[in-house]
Nanobody
Framework: QVQLVESGGGLVQAGGSLRLSCAAS????????MGWFRQAPGKQREFVAR????????YYADSVKGRFTISRDNAKNTVYLQMNSLKPEDTAVYYC???????????????WGQGTQVTVSS
């Protein structure tokens, strides 16, 4: 069992940057694949980025590739999402997720955080 708590959301102008953090409880954080998802108003939740347990493998949705960077610090039980060159269409609630198997982290994670709002103004 792992509990996830996101932070770092807020209001930013287009072209700006934000860094989201997700703090995880438990001593087995380093064994989980981690991911970020987002859900805009009236839309389904969508995958944004994922990282392997070691941090050696990352993968991004096409819509954020080159602008967002996912990273993790296993010593701090934390995963990050650095978001640069933000666009109004990035406005959404961003969710952190964890999975025992990397094969499912992009589709059906085992655990979810409560979400943090990101709003990008034009």
């Amino acid at each position: 069992q792992v509990q996830l708590v996101e932070s770092g959301g807020g209001l930013v102008q287009a072209g700006g940057s934000l860094r989201l953090s997700c703090a995880a409880s438990g001593r087995t954080f380093s064994s989980y694949a981690m991911g970020w998802f987002r859900q805009a108003p009236g839309k389904q939740r969508e995958f944004v980025a994922r990282i392997s347990w070691s941090g050696g493998s990352t993968y991004y949705a096409d819509s954020v590739k080159g602008r967002f960077t996912i990273s993790r610090d296993n010593a701090k039980n934390t995963v990050y999402l650095q978001m640069n060159s933000l666009k109004p269409e990035d406005t959404a609630v961003y969710y952190c997720a964890a999975a025992h198997r990397i094969a499912v982290i992009t589709t059906t994670p085992d655990y979810w955080g409560q979400g943090t709002q990101v709003t990008v103004s034009s």
